[in-house]
């Protein structure tokens, strides 16, 4: 054997008892690991990683970010016993769909839309409520246009999503100029197509909401022509599937008393928050601050007030005929979940 091949030799020797002292070591440390696993588990310490795997998830839904920048921003996303997974939706009528098919646990819905959901038979609860001041729920055209009252809209199109509170304004809108829905022309768009459509002249008028009604305003594409004041009653929800009440109510419950706390320190923190929320949902600072300022959301507990409101509203759309059949509203609120005083 020659010296090179006996140093070889040598030195993948010393390389194999390295390996064999490197898998004592490791198996060792294994079964200190587990030994040291089951005396916690049995004492109920597990290991953070463990624990962390325990931890509920709440399935958020979202739409354009609204409810999760109020939250990151009041500072109410610390110091959770459990995690968020957050989806977000461009509107109410995609949140729906994914409440019903199970994807998202909870999310904000406004009234109409909340109805169109239950009516088809979505497993869903509201479980927290809100009112704002309607006016940016709205009919919009284009800023140059010469009407001037819902009367004009007698033959017009207009864009706006089905079942949504663009909808409903839409509807509400005809009715107060003495119109039917057949006077006019709606199409069913969603909002990026519907702001295209209105832009270009594909169609007359578009209902939508905030913050789309700010950002077509203060980028100077729409006007207001007839606001939801008067027309709509500013209540918007926060729905749970029947699942999820079923498993993380404790959850909710604390999910819902965050939102609430943080509407009160958004409005106590204009400057910030306004600038912050531009930023989280991408929007510009003034139409940011504009949909904000105006909307003067307010939590407030479910009462008989509250499901009377929503009657009508059910009521409304059963007699324009997007309702087959009445609904009682009052099966589909779950007025377990007081706010905090």
């Given at each position: 054997?020659?010296?090179?091949?006996?140093?070889?030799?040598?030195?993948?020797?010393?390389?194999?008892?390295?390996?064999?002292?490197?898998?004592?070591?490791?198996?060792?440390?294994?079964?200190?690991?587990?030994?040291?696993?089951?005396?916690?588990?049995?004492?109920?310490?597990?290991?953070?990683?463990?624990?962390?795997?325990?931890?509920?998830?709440?399935?958020?839904?979202?739409?354009?970010?609204?409810?999760?920048?109020?939250?990151?921003?009041?500072?109410?996303?610390?110091?959770?016993?459990?995690?968020?997974?957050?989806?977000?939706?461009?509107?109410?009528?995609?949140?729906?769909?994914?409440?019903?098919?199970?994807?998202?646990?909870?999310?904000?819905?406004?009234?109409?839309?909340?109805?169109?959901?239950?009516?088809?038979?979505?497993?869903?609860?509201?479980?927290?409520?809100?009112?704002?001041?309607?006016?940016?729920?709205?009919?919009?055209?284009?800023?140059?246009?010469?009407?001037?009252?819902?009367?004009?809209?007698?033959?017009?199109?207009?864009?706006?999503?089905?079942?949504?509170?663009?909808?409903?304004?839409?509807?509400?809108?005809?009715?107060?100029?003495?119109?039917?829905?057949?006077?006019a022309n709606i199409r069913f768009l969603p909002p990026a197509d519907a702001?295209?459509?209105?832009?270009?002249?594909?169609?007359?008028?578009?209902?939508?909401?905030?913050?789309?009604?700010?950002?077509?305003?203060?980028?100077?594409?729409?006007?207001?022509?007839?606001?939801?004041?008067?027309?709509?009653?500013?209540?918007?929800?926060?729905?749970?599937?029947?699942?999820?009440?079923?498993?993380?109510r404790e959850v909710l419950r604390d999910f819902l008393q965050r939102a609430?706390?943080?509407?009160?320190?958004s409005y106590q923190h204009v400057d910030s928050y306004s600038a912050a929320?531009?930023?989280?949902?991408?929007?510009?600072?003034?139409?940011?601050?504009?949909?904000?300022?105006?909307?003067?959301?307010?939590?407030?507990?479910?009462?008989?007030?509250?499901?009377?409101?929503?009657?009508?509203?059910?009521?409304?759309?059963?007699?324009?005929?997007?309702?087959?059949?009445?609904?009682?509203?009052?099966?589909?609120?779950?007025?377990?979940?007081?706010?905090?005083?």
């Amino acid at each position: 054997m020659s010296m090179m091949t006996r140093r070889m030799a040598r030195q993948m020797a010393r390389q194999t008892e390295t390996a064999k002292q490197d898998m004592t070591a490791s198996r060792r440390r294994f079964l200190r690991y587990g030994v040291a696993a089951g005396a916690a588990a049995a004492s109920g310490a597990l290991p953070f990683a463990a624990r962390a795997q325990a931890r509920p998830v709440l399935k958020a839904g979202d739409q354009k970010g609204g409810l999760r920048a109020l939250l990151e921003n009041a500072g109410e996303l610390k110091n959770l016993s459990y995690d968020i997974q957050w989806t977000e939706f461009p509107a109410a009528a995609p949140l729906a769909e994914a409440l019903n098919a199970g994807a998202v646990d909870s999310g904000p819905i406004g009234d109409a839309p909340a109805i169109f959901a239950l009516a088809a038979g979505t497993p869903i609860k509201i479980i927290g409520a809100n009112r704002s001041d309607p006016f940016g729920t709205a009919v919009l055209v284009r800023a140059d246009s010469p009407w001037k009252s819902a009367a004009d809209l007698r033959g017009k199109n207009i864009g706006t999503n089905r079942g949504s509170i663009g909808h409903f304004v839409t509807l509400k809108a005809l009715e107060s100029a003495g119109l039917k829905p057949e006077d006019a022309n709606i199409r069913f768009l969603p909002p990026a197509d519907a702001k295209l459509a209105l832009v270009n002249g594909s169609i007359d008028a578009w209902a939508t909401w905030e913050p789309y009604t700010a950002l077509a305003e203060t980028s100077g594409h729409a006007r207001v022509l007839v606001s939801g004041r008067g027309l709509w009653s500013g209540l918007s929800y926060l729905a749970a599937t029947d699942s999820a009440l079923a498993t993380k109510r404790e959850v909710l419950r604390d999910f819902l008393q965050r939102a609430a706390r943080a509407q009160v320190w958004s409005y106590q923190h204009v400057d910030s928050y306004s600038a912050a929320l531009a930023r989280i949902i991408g929007i510009p600072p003034e139409a940011a601050r504009l949909q904000f300022e105006r909307r003067r959301t307010q939590w407030r507990n479910i009462d008989a007030a509250l499901i009377a409101e929503q009657q009508r509203t059910a009521d409304f759309y059963l007699k324009a005929g997007l309702l087959k059949q009445r609904l009682d509203v009052r099966t589909t609120f779950d007025t377990g979940f007081p706010l905090a005083a």
